[in-house]
Nanobody, 121 residues
């Protein structure tokens, strides 16, 4: 079965950077859509970045220009490079995977367990 394991979360000051990783097993990262979501208590889950199998990427307006989604096919791992972090980026970050059409539907069948990112001033 598909297993997605996030890592790289932690605490960082505003303006700092973090890179999250999502290691996949049972799924080839280049075979479909992969995305990064984030959620804070009391708020709706937000899809912040997604990458199609062909390499096309799309970002939420809230992170565009600051976050970069990428993947390493040889390592079967997806990444989220987060730069110029703001207080409002504090959240639990989840990676998700599915067929290419899930990049549009946002209805991903497979999820990781999440990694916490905390940004402080």
């Amino acid at each position: 079965q598909v297993q997605l394991v996030e890592s790289g979360g932690g605490s960082v000051q505003t303006g700092g950077s973090l890179t999250l990783s999502c290691a996949a097993s049972g799924y080839t990262v280049s075979s479909g859509c992969m995305g990064w979501f984030r959620q804070t208590p009391g708020r709706e889950r937000e899809l912040v970045a997604r990458i199609w199998s062909g390499g096309t990427t799309l970002y939420a307006a809230s992170v565009k220009g600051r976050f970069i989604i990428s993947r390493d096919n040889a390592k079967n791992t997806m990444f989220l490079q987060m730069n110029s972090l703001k207080l409002e980026d504090t959240a639990m970050y989840y990676c998700a995977a599915g067929p290419d059409w899930t990049c549009t539907s946002k209805d991903f069948p497979d999820w990781g367990q999440g990694t916490q990112v905390t940004v402080s001033s």
